[in-house]
């Protein structure tokens, strides 16, 4: 259970290691106590001030009078066929955000949002419809995985059971919202995931994914944070891309490709190009010889996500039989592509389907506009 009982107690979960010191100093405790507290915070997993047993019964007391642990609630929680799970978590404010948790053989992979929706528009994804409602704090963006692994340490033995992985390994800010349209909160969120006095999780395992905010890759490079970049291309050239993304007009195809060019990538890494294929609009085999153009000289893959449709979309997914014909002419232009198997479809849990509201109501309403 959250330590939560009454309000206007000190949430610690809002402090980074550092900002923790004052905090617990000025409850009157010895400032080392702030370095065991973020220790049972974070690598112990402790769920109440009681189980912090090495600080004194005294302090726990005073803990528990004037501080609390407190993640985001969780409102709702799906899982689909394929073992995918879509949490929608409330804030403290009642605004609501998803977090979908994906697993495979060997790795956990937690997609969080950086905002309650998201102001860009792109036309083909479900966040976008609702627009912005607001930038999400630094612990709100943490506190959906530190609750997401509360949640799953509470079902440990049946997940053991099902095979399942039990740890996360990897974090992907693809959930709603642009990130780098809320590039300081998500740039202090990213340092927090990756202290190892807090979740430490390692730059390589964190993944970042933007619509494209030219200044904002620039600053995500110059902040030395070091996470994978994915950028979600989506089109060929800009009239395509001024169709189905809007911020296209703002930060055009050449600039982008530019930007990326100097996003200082760490040996061996690249960036992901993230394309999200569309029947009749993006889908052609010159299509892809033209994105295969574009991307030259940039070091990256290519991810081929079919589009996830839903209710009201004015687009439809491609032919499996385009997917494959794209993909073979990106390798005979020796990139190298996946095409991205689509998961929690059925959940509402997949790539641009995220609307943080309860997936009932989700699954059976249209989206504003439509
Ligand atoms: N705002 C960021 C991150 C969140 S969107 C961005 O746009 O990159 C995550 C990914 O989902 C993007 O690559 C986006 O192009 C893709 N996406 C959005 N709607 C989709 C849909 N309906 N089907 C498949 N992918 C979609
Ligand atoms: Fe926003 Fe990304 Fe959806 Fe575009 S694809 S509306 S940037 S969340």
């Known amino acids: 259970m959250d330590i939560k009982e009454k309000d206007n107690k000190i949430n610690l979960l809002e402090y980074d290691a550092d900002g923790l010191k004052p905090i617990i100093e000025g409850l009157g405790m010895k400032p080392y106590r702030a370095a065991q507290i973020c220790r049972w915070i974070y690598s112990e997993g402790a769920d109440s001030f009681a189980a912090m047993t090495d600080i004194s019964k005294a302090d726990r007391e005073a803990l528990r009078e004037s501080a609390e642990i407190c993640p985001p609630e969780l409102s709702e929680r799906i899982v689909s066929h394929d073992k995918t799970e879509k949490y929608l978590f409330s804030l403290q404010d009642g605004e609501r955000v998803e977090s979908v948790l994906i697993p495979d053989e060997d790795r956990l992979t937690l997609c969080i949002s950086s905002q309650a929706g998201c102001a860009l528009g792109c036309r083909f994804c479900l966040t976008g419809a609702g627009g912005i409602r607001r930038n999400l704090l630094p612990h709100e ?114 600039e982008l490709i530019k930007a990326l060019k100097n996003y200082p990538l760490a040996p061996r890494r690249r960036i992901t190009v993230e394309y999200v294929m569309l029947n009749g609009i993006n889908d052609r085999v010159e299509h892809a010889a033209e994105l295969g153009r574009l991307l030259r000289g940039l070091r990256c893959k290519i991810n081929l996500i079919i589009f996830n449709e839903h209710v009201g979309s004015e687009f439809r997914k491609p032919e499996a039989a385009s997917v494959l014909a794209f993909q073979e002419r990106l390798h005979n232009m020796n990139y190298t592509a996946f095409i991205r198997e689509s998961r929690g479809a059925d959940i509402l849990a997949a790539c641009g389907q995220l609307r943080g509201i309860s997936a009932r109501k989700a699954l059976t309403e249209a989206p504003p506009g439509v």
């Open 141 to 254: 963006i943490t506190g959906q995985v530190f609750k997401t692994e509360r949640i799953i340490a509470g079902g440990l033995a049946e997940r053991t059971e099902a095979g399942l992985p039990a740890k996360i390994t990897n974090i992907v800010m693809m959930g709603m919202g642009e990130p780098l349209m809320n590039a300081g909160n998500v740039f202090e969120a990213l340092k927090r995931l990756m202290s190892p006095k807090m979740f430490n999780i390692s730059s390589r395992r964190i993944t970042l994914s933007t619509a494209g905010i030219v200044p904002g890759i620039k600053a995500l490079g110059d902040s030395g944070l070091n996470v994978n970049l994915a950028v979600s291309i989506n089109a060929p050239n800009d009239e395509i891309r001024d169709r189905i993304m809007p911020i296209n007009k703002k930060y055009p195809l050449k």
